[in-house]
């Protein structure tokens, strides 16, 4: 099983900005990775995946314009930085690994997750 762990989260200004890294325990080429987030009191959600080699990304239409994420295969890592954050961007964020070399939306075709980096955005 890949062990993920998330770091980057904290408290930012509405308006700022934010880098999130996920670090992958092992290799990930060929395999799609994805962020998710959860607000307090609400469903987990999709946020972006990228492709098995990270040539092919997807944002939900919440971040579209936003957002972006990469990948860098020398350190297996993915990252997602947001620009413009709003208060509804305030959430914990998950990074998945997927079994899939295409990312999805569906949290079930992802087969490990990290434990979540909580991010606040004060207004």
């Known amino acids: 099983q890949v062990q993920l762990q998330e770091s980057g989260g904290g408290v930012v200004q509405a308006g700022g900005s934010l880098t999130l890294s996920c670090a992958a325990s092992?290799?990930?080429?060929?395999?799609?990775m994805a962020w998710f987030r959860q607000a307090s009191g609400q469903e987990r959600e999709w946020v972006a995946h990228?492709?098995?080699?990270?040539?092919?990304?997807h944002y939900s239409s919440s971040v579209q314009g936003r957002a972006t994420i990469a990948r860098d295969f020398s350190k297996d890592t993915v990252t997602l930085v947001i620009d413009n954050l709003n208060p509804e961007d305030t959430a914990i964020y998950y990074c998945?690994?997927?079994?899939?070399?295409?990312?999805?939306?569906?949290?079930?075709?992802?087969?490990?997750w990290g434990q979540g980096t909580q991010v606040t955005v004060s207004s």
């Open positions: 990228i492709s098995g080699s990270g040539q092919t990304t």
């Open positions: 092992q290799r990930t080429y060929n395999y799609a």
């Open positions: 998945a690994l997927s079994g899939r070399y295409f990312g999805t939306t569906q949290q079930t075709d992802y087969t490990s």
